[in-house]
Structures are given as C-alpha cells and as structure tokens.
T-cell receptor, first 115, second 112 residues
Framework: AQSVTQPDIHITVSEGASLELRCNYS??????LFWYVQSPGQGLQLLLK??????LVQGIKGFEAEFKRSQSSFNLRKPSVHWSDAAEYFC?????????????FGSGTQLTVLP | DAGVTQSPTHLIKTRGQQVTLRCSPI?????VSWYQQVLGQGPQFIFQ???????GRGNFPDRFSARQFPNYSSELNVNALLLGDSALYLC???????????FGPGTRLTVL
C-alpha cells in the first residue's frame, strides 16, 4: 500500500539558516509528489509539485525540492529560513485509486524558527 | 480570483447529531475532494467528485456521504456523529481531479 513518511516530527532552526525537510514515499508507480504548508488554524497551501521531468523543482516562497527515485525521496529545502516560515509542512503523494486521484499525506513536520 | 471557500468555519455538535459542511471550488474547477484532518495528523482522503459523479471514496464508514451540485459546489454529510469525528474537514478543488489540488481553510467540527 502507498504511504508517505516524514521522519522528523519537529525541527527547530535559526532564522537565516538553511532547512531540509525529509520525505520518503512508498508507491509502485511513478508518483506525483507535493509539498504543502499549513499555518495554525488554516488550510493547506501548495508549495510545489513534481509530476515529471526535471527532478529539481522550484516552488513559492523560495522553496525547492528534489525527487530521487533511487531513494524514494522528495526532500524540501530552503537556503535561508525566515521567521514567517514557521508552520507545519506536509509531503503528499498523488495516487490513482480507480478513477480518483487522491492525495496520501505524511504526518507532517512542525517547523519552529528561532530569532 | 476567489479561492476555495468553506462554510461554516466552526461547528459544535453533540454525539448522535448530523452535520452538513459546504464547499465552493475555485471558478472553473470541476472536481472537489474532501479530507479529514485529526489534530496532530496529516489529512485523510474521504471522497472525490468530478462532474457530479463520485470518483473515489476513502476508508470511511457509510455515515459519511457527499454530493456535488451542477455549479460544482459540494456538501459533506456526516450522520450519527461520534466523538472521533471531531476534526478539521478540508475541501480541495482541481480542474479534473488529476491536477494539483487547492485547499480551502477548512471547517473545524467539534463533537461533544
């Protein structure tokens, strides 16, 4: 069965430091991969997506992610974190189930940014 | 352009009651999906609708039902509420369901 693992429940970084959030997936076919961000009490905002092609994808707010098929990973990176990046981050894989395309999410990584 | 809208924002119900949540997709989007997000977890897929037809259903009991209207808006109904139904219910829209999904702000349901 398909699954998404985010091994880090909580990460703390200082403002201006680099960031990498890990995501591993289990899915038999070619995955469609996404990163979403959720601020407290809010819905999910799409940061970036990978469907095919270049394995390094750029997203909004200065985020990027790299798809590595050999490692079944899709890690999210940012070179310099801003205080406003504090939020919860979810990795998701888009799978086909019958005629539906549903998202399977990881359990999330909570990011704290220190001043 | 307006994003995905959901109503109500918050809702408090008691066990055994029934609830209806509403969602309006982004203009031009024909697919709506519903997700349940329990505190501290990632969202879980409940339903997907496209052109008023149910395309898929997650592992949820029959107490959960949904429908999509000709204007592509959608309702999620939950009958015989249990304490465990307390969660943030998220609606997502996309052009066809096979593209990226854009989420609304959610409806926070509390069951007492």
């Amino acid at each position: 069965a398909q699954s998404v693992t985010q091994p880090d429940i909580h990460i703390t970084v200082s403002e201006g430091a680099s960031l990498e959030l890990r995501c591993n997936y289990s899915y038999g076919a070619t995955p469609y991969l996404f990163w979403y961000v959720q601020s407290p009490g809010q819905g999910l905002q799409l940061l970036l997506k990978y469907f095919s092609g270049d394995t390094l994808v750029q997203g909004i707010k200065g985020f990027e992610a790299e798809f590595k098929r050999s490692q079944s990973s899709f890690n999210l990176r940012k070179p310099s974190v801003h205080w406003s990046d504090a939020a919860e981050y979810f990795c998701a894989v888009g799978i086909s189930s019958g005629s539906a395309r549903q998202l399977t999410f990881g359990s999330g990584t909570q990011l704290t940014v220190l001043p | 352009d307006a994003g995905v809208t959901q109503s109500p924002t918050h809702l408090i119900k008691t066990r055994g009651q029934q609830v209806t949540l509403r969602c309006s997709p982004i203009s031009g989007h024909k697919s709506v999906s519903w997700y349940q997000q329990v505190l501290g977890q990632g969202p879980q897929f409940i339903f997907q609708y496209y052109e008023k037809e149910e395309r898929g259903r997650g592992n949820f009991p029959d107490r959960f039902s949904a429908r999509q209207f000709p204007n592509y808006s959608s309702e999620l109904n939950v009958n015989a509420l249990l304490l465990g139904d307390s969660a943030l219910y998220l609606c997502a829209s996309s052009f066809t369901g096979y593209n990226e999904q854009f989420f609304g702000p959610g409806t926070r349901l509390t069951v007492l």
